[in-house]
């Protein structure tokens, strides 16, 4: 009867044959006899069960006790490679299967299942630039914070690319009609802090502010500067600040990106942070030879008599040989593809 709608006499006359016909059970007056069960049973062999019509399907074959749990589970079981099947349905795009895995999910922590290289799916709708798929795992639960084995959460990983919709999407609050469409009970599913991520560092003390600034991000950058980002954060290995390695990367448009007031249209940042050498950015500027730089951050009023005065100045030492260059290695596109052939 699945699928169909059908009245109760309908129901009933395709389950149990009619009394009068095929039992003799019913009689006037009290029964004969004294028993503490119905005593339809004694009488069954007076039942002809070929006078029933009852289709059946041969297609139709009930399942044994278990299957529908076991189907559940496999579809999250991992290959050799760690993906699960939402892993593979995120990596080649696939929207509705990758929606329709969510629903399935028996429990949050299902969406958070890591592979070998500990990316977990919403890692790769990152890496594959897909904002709906990262809103739709972000609403049902998953966790914003899983770190690859390189320590980046998936803002890190949106942060090296400049990929500010799927920020974006791991940011904004979740609103209560997100919650119906994607059927997610709020009292069961847990959702991460999103703040909790604007400054974490990476295992390489990366903050995401700084991987921007790598990337040269502009638009990025003022997102991060508008969500509340620490943009005077301090990189773990060296102690330098964005300030520092927009600097170091001779981009004035980004140094001034970072140095202009808010009110301005620029991030506001700290002007004379000094790195673990002591240097501020206006002294790699200098020790760099870029004079615009320098002028543009003595015109924003850094300070610049800690360093003029001093020897190591005009020595000529390159601050630049320290800034990172963008390597897109996170993950393996084809590997992940070819696992689903």
């Known amino acids: 009867m699945e699928g169909r709608i059908v009245s109760d006499e309908a129901s009933y006359s395709t389950r149990i044959p009619d009394y009068q016909t095929h039992t003799n059970i019913i009689t006037e007056g009290k029964p004969s006899y004294d028993r503490l069960d119905s005593g339809i049973s004694s009488q069954l062999d007076s039942l002809n069960l070929n006078d029933i019509s009852c289709p059946v399907s041969p297609a139709v074959k009930s399942p044994e006790p278990g299957y529908a749990e076991y189907e559940a589970d496999s579809l999250w079981e991992q290959d050799a490679d760690g993906d699960s099947q939402l892993h593979l ?10 929606f ?11 969406l958070d299942l890591q592979n070998n290289e500990m990316y977990a799916p919403l890692h790769i709708a990152v890496l594959t630039n897909q904002p709906s798929l990262v809103r739709r795992l972000v609403v049902a639960g998953a966790r914003v914070e899983t770190r690859d084995q390189e320590g980046n959460s998936p803002l890190h990983l949106a942060s090296k690319r400049g990929y500010l919709e799927c920020a974006e999407a791991l940011l904004r609050s979740i609103t209560v009609q997100e919650l119906q469409e994607a059927g997610v009970d709020s009292k069961v599913v847990q959702h991460s802090n999103t703040t909790d991520i604007l400054n974490m560092k990476n295992y390489h ?20 500067a508008w969500i509340g980002a620490d943009l005077n954060a301090t990189e773990g290995r060296s102690g330098k600040t964005a300030l520092h390695y927009a600097v170091n990367k001779r981009d004035c448009q980004l140094v001034k990106l970072l140095a202009l007031p808010r009110l301005a249209g620029g991030c506001g940042v700290f002007l004379n942070q000094r790195d673990w050498a002591g240097r501020t950015p206006v002294q790699c500027a ?3 030879g870029d004079a615009d730089i320098v002028a543009d951050l003595t015109g924003l009023g850094c300070d610049t008599t800690a360093w003029e005065s001093e020897e190591s100045g005009g020595e ?3 601050e630049t040989s320290d800034c990172r260059t963008q390597s897109y290695t996170d993950i393996e596109m084809t590997r992940v593809l070819a696992s689903t052939a």
């Open 100 to 110: 329709a895995l969510i629903r399935l999910a028996p429990h949050p922590a299902c």
């Open 286 to 288: 200098a020790i760099n």
């Open 205 to 224: 003390g990366e903050h995401c502010v700084h991987l921007a600034t790598f990337g040269q991000h502009y638009s990025f950058l003022q997102f991060l």
């Open 89 to 98: 349905a995120c990596a080649t795009q696939a929207e509705d299967v990758v």
């Open 316 to 318: 000529g030492e390159e």
